[in-house]
């Protein structure tokens, strides 16, 4: 069985978790997992765009956006 480190910290100037790619982090008892990386990350791939014009670049970004919350345990992902 992993153990984790459980951390509390207070400071007026705020709190940083993981310092890079290769440390882990998680949420809410999930397992932690390195930072994700992936094409559909890149900001050049996602244009501004209106509700009716969702492109594939779009739908990839989301798409990640909701793995990577899912998989750091920030967001459920599921009822």
């Known amino acids: 069985m992993a153990t984790y480190e459980q951390v509390t910290y207070n400071s007026p100037d705020g709190a940083q978790v993981g310092s890079g ?3 882990k982090v998680a949420f809410y008892g999930t397992t932690p997992i390195s930072q994700r990386a992936g ?3 890149a900001t ?3 244009a501004t ?3 009716a014009d ?3 670049d ?3 970004a989301i798409i990640e956006i909701m793995n ?3 998989a750091a345990g ?3 992902g599921a009822a």
């Open 49 to 51: 765009a209106s509700s």
């Open 74 to 76: 920030i967001w459920k």
């Open 39 to 41: 094409a559909a990350q």
């Open 68 to 70: 990577t919350l899912q």
């Open 21 to 23: 790619i290769s440390e």
């Open 54 to 56: 969702v492109t594939t």
């Open 44 to 46: 050049s791939l996602v």
């Open 58 to 60: 779009v739908k990839a």
